[in-house]
């Protein structure tokens, strides 16, 4: 599995709002489409998110990217994006706790 993490910074709290509405009822439900498992959007400021998104492999990546490549250029006139891309070797849920025992 690997996780994709982006730290997406608006120019302002107002296209900020605009992306964020645009990426749930748009990009968002298309990325679950092309194979990925799942999306986190968590706002960590007025004008900034990171977005995690969780997917079985390399491939699915390469055909989510492909299918947003001009969708992410029209993006960076407004938007600056930060890309961190890396394998998951630790994935454990609250319920799994007591199995550490």
Do not use: H
């Not at 492909?66 to 890309?83: G, S, T």
Request: charged content about 30%.
């Amino acid at each position: 599995m690997i996780i994709r993490t982006r730290s997406i910074t608006a120019i302002n709290e107002s296209q900020f709002n605009m992306w964020l509405e645009n990426f749930k009822n748009n990009g968002c439900p298309q990325v679950l489409k092309l194979g990925a498992s799942r999306v986190t959007v968590s706002k960590v400021e007025k004008n900034k998110a990171i977005v995690m998104t969780l997917f079985e492999n390399k491939s699915i990546i390469e055909k989510i990217d492909n299918y947003f490549k001009d969708i992410k250029k029209q993006n960076r006139e407004f938007l600056k994006v930060d890309v961190i891309e890396g394998e998951v070797v630790l994935d454990m849920e609250s319920k799994q706790i007591d199995n550490l025992k």
